[in-house]
T-cell receptor, first 112, second 115 residues
């Protein structure tokens, strides 16, 4: 069966520190992968999506970047965090035939 | 561009009350429509979906009908339970250009059900 793992679950980081959030998918190949952010009062915002290894599309210009070094691994990074980067980050995947998004359990990031 | 508008919350109901969460969309063509639910501290789960006009999605007592004439996909449940307390997101998906299969979400509606 397909599963999606996202870690860490919670993270408190100081302003200016780097960030690395990881998402891995099991039980499927060549999924479309997504990073969403849920900020207070703003709903879900699509940050990045990837249709294959090394292929990253950015939806919103910001202080973040994404990489896909392996077929089932999607990483969200920042070199220097801002207070405005605080939020709930969700990874999701869609497999072949598009049966709907499957979301990870999320990472709550607080930048202090 | 495509967008989804949901009624603003929070919505507070008593157990066994009737629930309606309004959702309208703007999109060209024929998008697929979805409701996702997010329980406290968790990620999103697909609740139900409809892929064409007049389709009715249903799951766990929730229903929503794809109304093209009113561009709506309102979520309803006849009798809510405390365990239904969560944030509900309406979303659409339309394939176009390089953004294939991306979901566009509404802002979410928080539902609190009191015993």
């Amino acid at each position: 069966s397909q599963t999606i793992h996202q870690w860490p679950a919670t993270l408190v980081q100081p302003v200016g520190s780097p960030l690395s959030l990881e998402c891995t998918v099991e039980g499927t190949s060549n999924p479309n992968l997504y990073w969403y952010r849920q900020a207070a009062g703003r709903g879900l915002q699509l940050l990045f999506y990837s249709v294959g290894i090394g292929q990253i599309s950015s939806e919103v210009p910001q202080n973040l970047s994404a990489s896909r070094p392996q077929d089932r691994q999607f990483i969200l990074s920042s070199k220097k965090l801002l207070l405005s980067d605080s939020g709930f980050y969700l990874c999701a995947w869609v497999g072949q035939g598009w049966r709907g998004y499957t979301f990870g359990s999320g990472t709550r990031l607080t930048v202090v | 561009g495509d967008s989804v508008t949901q009624m603003e919350g929070p919505v507070t109901l008593s157990e066994e009350a009737f629930l309606t969460i309004n959702c309208t969309y703007t999109a060209t063509g024929y998008p697929s429509l979805f409701w996702y639910v997010q329980y406290p501290g968790e990620g999103l789960q697909l609740l139900l979906k409809a892929t064409k006009a007049d389709d009715k999605g249903s799951n766990k007592g929730f229903e929503a009908t794809y109304r093209k004439e009113t561009t709506s996909f309102h979520l309803e449940k006849g009798s809510v339970q405390v365990s239904d307390s969560a944030v509900y997101f309406c979303a659409l998906r339309r394939d176009y250009g390089g953004s294939q299969g991306n979901l566009i979400f509404g802002k979410g509606t928080k539902l609190s059900v009191k015993p």
